[in-house]
């Protein structure tokens, strides 16, 4: 299809798979945070509470969609909930609190985040002529905020000459219309390149999630194959696609062309090549200036610091505020939520307008959301962010990335001391905005920016030229119940996981036995001293394992100083490879076995024994071990 050869395309073009566009929201995978299980529990608890009043609220939207598609039929389907989605993630603004004034952006209002003028396209009020209704109803009554945003959307359309006789537009044709929709700058400053792009993002972002499909906390978004090639020229495509691209303020352009993303050092390279002119100050970040009056052009401190901000509204709209006369406000960096592309705003040698007395000596990232909502910080907005912060901390000696906040999300002030050098906007003195409140992952986002050094293996065993270590019959220990003395252990070379060879163990059944199997397949034939020593410190011990059986789990056994301690019991898939793996620094992996405590204490230990665990049966089960490996 061709909008599968596009993406395929566009992915090697710009360097990155376009899978990663889909990383789901407020997941924190595959780091964990290193707050205190209290912290954690109080952050499950919240997003917890948060969900069933979300869904409560969610509930009685799709309804109110449908009223409007039956009124304005020329509205592809899925489109208002894409908008609701991009503009609020299906939350009602400003009722509930949810714009704080923060960079005294335009408020947007309803759950389609319409705006009211104050700097922007008076939205409420061009729908209240179109509809003949109040401007306060538009702003606080759902169903004639949608029916609104649907009558201005409608409007744009018609104009476009595509209204079809009770049918609706195809979803690439109207991303015309919902540029213009968007409510950005007023109709007469609609000139410039860059206020364009700010544009084009949004309708971006609402044609991506009727692409993805959202299905999450009672939003649901028709899942909807948009062509993008009929939906942007190819340039503005790319553009919009590309993680980080630059904007160009004094020739009003947006430049990706020929490059890619290198992912060791995250800065932008010529595809041909041949090294890329880099931005000023971070490579990978779209250059898109803030207007002149809205930040210092010089620093009157030392950069030492890094504020954390939420933007309270749009990405294409912080954009776009920050390069209007009339904000007085700006920030270095905004990241977009859906996909963590990077705009830099302010240059880092100058001084951004983003948290007071504080401003001379931090730099300011903002980040597309709510404090409100959890939903608009996923995975792909704190990877960005973290890549971003990572960088800071390289080029800037007095910002460490180890000072950053690890605590508890709070939804107020909370002043930190200027120790911590990495922190939110509510975390300095003489602030009154709580961003990123309640909802940001400190625990997570501290990880991403403080990740552990690549781990070192050693295969204690690969079986390429002997059983190494496991030299006896699976029989041998006296602990090993429900087996036959038939049972083997053997190399073998017609299966394995890596190489050329692995570890067969045939486990034949003891007829004259009921009993369940445990299989004590023995390392050096029960004497620590005959195995390997491994290093307990970050120490993960782990093998491969394969078997055509059901039912069969597995465990390990490890001589401590105390005894020998046996791991908790993991299951073996049938008929796939499967890497099983066990922490030496985590005691809930650990029971204690024979005069073991059920934690592993000392410095340095031993393997004693691989276990297999099935349920009786009269039929023999093979499984093949490979590569026994430690990693620290």
């Not at 319409?114 to 209704?133: D, M």
């Not at 299905?215 to 899942?223: I, L, S």
Request: net charge neutral; proline share 4%.
């Amino acid at each position: 299809m061709i909008r599968t050869r596009l993406l395929a395309s566009l992915a090697l073009a710009l360097g990155f798979s376009s899978l990663a566009l889909a990383a789901g929201p407020g997941a924190d995978a595959p780091f964990a945070s290193p707050g205190s299980a209290a912290e954690e529990a109080a952050l499950a608890s919240r997003l917890a509470s948060e969900e069933v009043q979300l869904r409560a609220i969610r509930a009685e939207l799709p309804a109110l969609f449908a009223e409007a598609y039956a009124s304005y039929p020329q509205i592809p389907a899925g489109t208002l909930e894409a908008i609701a989605y991009s503009q609020s993630r299906w939350m009602p603004l400003a009722k509930g609190g949810e714009n704080d004034g923060h960079h005294h952006m335009p408020t947007a209002h309803g759950v389609m985040g319409l705006y009211a003028g104050e700097g922007f396209t008076n939205q409420i009020k061009q729908a209240q002529a179109l509809l003949g209704v109040s401007a306060h109803a538009i702003a606080t009554d759902s169903r004639w905020n949608i029916l609104a945003a649907a009558a201005l959307l409608a409007r744009e359309i018609d104009a476009d000459g595509l209204s079809k006789r009770g049918s609706a537009a195809d979803p690439e044709a109207i991303a015309p219309a919902l540029a213009r929709y968007a409510g950005l700058s007023p109709m007469k400053e609609r000139k410039s390149a860059i206020d364009e792009y700010a544009r084009q993002s949004f309708a971006f972002d609402v044609l991506l999630a009727m692409d993805r499909g959202i299905n999450d906390k009672g939003m649901v978004v028709p899942e909807r194959a948009v062509e993008w090639e009929k939906a942007f020229p190819m340039d503005a495509l790319v553009k919009l696609r590309a993680p980080f691209v630059r904007l160009d303020a004094t020739r009003d352009s947006i430049d990706v062309g020929g490059y890619a993303i290198d992912p060791i050092s995250e800065t932008l390279v010529r595809t041909d090549g041949s090294a890329a002119a880099k931005s000023t100050d971070y490579g990978p970040a779209i250059w898109n200036a803030a207007y002149s009056g809205n930040y210092t052009a010089s620093r009157s401190q030392a950069i030492s610091a890094v504020t954390i901000h939420t933007t309270q509204g749009s990405y294409s709209g912080a954009i776009s505020w920050f390069k209007n006369a009339s904000a007085k406000v700006s920030a270095h960096y905004v990241i977009r939520s859906s996909d963590g592309q990077v705009t830099q705003m302010v240059r880092d040698a100058h001084t951004a307008w983003h948290v007071g007395s504080q401003n001379g000596y931090t730099l300011g990232i903002e980040h597309e959301g709510y404090v409100s909502n959890s939903s608009w910080y996923t995975t792909a907005m704190y990877n960005a962010s973290a890549a971003l912060v990572r960088h800071m901390c390289a080029k800037y000696s007095a910002i460490s990335c180890a000072s950053a906040y690890k605590g508890a999300a709070s939804s107020g002030i909370n002043v930190l001391a200027t120790s911590v050098k990495v922190k939110g906007h509510q975390h300095y003195a003489g602030q009154t905005h709580t961003d990123p409140g309640i909802y940001w992952n400190w625990g997570s986002y501290y990880n991403r920016l403080n990740p552990p050094p690549p781990a070192t293996t050693k295969v204690i065993d690969s079986f390429e030229a002997s059983v190494g270590h496991f030299t006896h019959s699976p029989t041998y220990s006296g602990s090993t119940t429900g087996i036959s003395s038939t049972s083997t252990a053997l190399r073998d070379c017609s299966l394995r996981k890596n190489g050329t060879c692995s570890l067969q163990v045939k486990l034949v059944d003891n007829s004259a036995s009921s009993a369940n199997w445990a299989v004590r397949l023995l390392s050096g034939g029960g004497t620590p001293s005959a195995n390997t020593t491994l290093t307990r410190s970050n120490g993960r011990v782990g093998f491969w394992v394969y078997t055509g059986g059901t039912g069969m789990s597995a465990a390990l056994g490890v001589d401590d100083s105390d005894g020998t301690e046996m791991s908790i019991q993991r299951s073996i898939p049938a008929n796939t490879w499967t890497y099983l793996e066990w922490s030496l620094t985590d005691a809930a992996q650990w029971n204690p076995w024979v005069g073991g405590n059920g934690a592993i204490t000392a410095s340095s230990v031993t393997l004693d024994a691989v276990w297999l665990f099935r349920a009786q049966t009269a039929y023999n089960v093979y499984v093949y071990i490979d590569d026994v490996q430690i990693k620290n």
